[in-house]
């Protein structure tokens, strides 16, 4: 499958590279990637020689029917494997667990530290839960990749990918090894995450923001709702005064006395007369 997607790819969007020797021939290894599109599991094997195995939610192989099943048969033909995301602990031990297997094997395991895709081409914070566990468990050179276009490619939402050329560059390999056995130090997994995100950044020359995507796409959810509700009541406003109008009524805001101060209003500014009427 590899091999029949592989070049396609290559002829279509004729990819360009960078570091290319930085991953080894042979011997387990992490390619920990920026991620932009749905498209950047397959450009990133796609130019290399050795098979990557990334990680996939569960639901592109349980799907049912024939276009499930062809769908995992795809995720299979190009090294996902399959990992239930239903609980977020769960996911993300399921997620070390396949990657240590993957490397044990003497492969290559593809992960995105940020944990999803960027809502907006920017890089977010890396999460310490699986990459840094992963590459301290196993003593794995973790080898920074910078995806570059994709996400004008195949932005989130569109299924027919646009034929423009994506670059990938791939950073020096980072040895953690001294870290090893301080898996479950939550400061060391930050550090580790941390300078694996620096490397990333400075490959893909993209804006860092201190925050995970997953906050980010919330935050940009809330606020297109909230821009949404605001567009709603504007137009219902504008429905009001146009259906007052036609009825001849002025409008709340063009009624008589609706608008003035309270002492501007006739008799209010008049002094009260005392008890001589003076």
Do not use: C
């Not at 050795?50 to 592109?60: H, N």
């Not at 795809?74 to 609980?87: H, I, M, T």
Request: net charge positive; aromatic share 6%.
């Amino acid at each position: 499958m590899k091999v029949a997607l592989g070049g396609p790819l290559k002829v279509a969007f004729r990819p360009w590279v960078e570091g290319l020797e930085n991953v080894p021939a042979e011997g387990p290894a992490i390619l920990a990637s920026n991620h932009l599109s749905f498209s950047d599991s397959f450009f990133l094997p796609a130019v290399l020689d050795r098979k990557v195995t990334f990680i996939a939610k569960a639901e592109y192989f349980t799907t049912p029917g024939v276009k499930g099943r062809l769908t995992a048969a795809f995720f299979k033909g190009v090294g996902q494997l399959p990992v239930d995301r239903s609980g977020a602990r769960g996911a993300g031990e399921a997620a070390v667990r396949s990657g240590i297997e993957v490397l044990e094997r003497g492969e290559l395991f593809g992960i995105y530290p940020e944990g999803t895709r960027s809502p907006d081409g920017r890089l977010y914070r890396g999460k310490p839960g699986g990459l840094a566990r992963v590459a301290l468990a196993t003593g794995a050179p973790v080898i920074p990749v910078a995806m570059i276009d994709t996400e004008k490619i195949q932005p989130p939402g569109k299924v027919v990918p646009k034929l423009m050329r994506p670059g990938i560059r791939i950073g020096k390999p980072l040895d953690f090894r001294r870290y090893q056995g301080m898996e479950h130090d939550r400061f060391v997994l930050r550090a580790v995450t941390d300078e694996v995100m620096y490397e990333i950044m400075k490959l893909s020359g993209q804006e860092y923001v201190d925050i995970y995507a997953t906050a980010a796409k919330r935050q940009i959810a809330e606020a297109a709702k909230a821009e949404k509700e605001a567009e709603k009541a504007a137009k219902a406003k504008k429905a009001e005064q146009a259906a007052l109008a036609q009825a001849g009524k002025p409008a709340e805001s063009d009624r008589p006395g609706q608008d003035r101060p309270e002492q501007d209003r006739p008799g209010q500014d008049r002094p009260e007369r005392d008890a001589r009427g003076q």
